[in-house]
């Protein structure tokens, strides 16, 4: 089993920035690729940003150019860059973390508001 355990959401202003963090704990050697979710009100669940084998980056066409993906294996936590927010980046994140049998683990969630 693996545990993940978001932190970093909040109010922001547009324009703004925040990253959130997701620390991973558990059997977590078989796994191979993080990534972040989300989800808006009255909306379906969306891919945000994935991150394999720590440098294959892949990201939601809403958000290229804004948001980076990183990974720190010695803290085995993934984060998630947002920069320039927009009212429409409002939604509850989520994290993931993939394994090799093709199981995947999901934290929680963090809101994140952008808001003036």
């Known amino acids: 089993q693996v545990q993940l355990v978001e932190s970093g959401g909040g109010l922001v202003q547009p324009g703004g920035s925040l990253r959130l963090s997701c620390a991973a704990s558990?059997?977590?050697?078989?796994?191979?690729?993080m990534g972040w979710y989300r989800q808006a009100p009255g909306k379906e669940r969306e891919l945000v940003a994935t991150i394999r084998s720590d440098v294959i980056t892949n990201y939601a066409d809403s958000v290229k150019g804004r948001f980076t993906i990183s990974r720190d294996n010695a803290k085995n936590t993934v984060y998630l860059q947002m920069n320039s927010l927009k009212p429409e980046d409002t939604a509850v994140y989520y994290c993931t973390a993939s394994d090799y049998y093709g199981t995947t683990y999901w934290g929680k969630g963090t809101l994140v508001t952008v808001s003036s």
């Open positions: 558990g059997i977590i050697s078989g796994i191979n690729t």
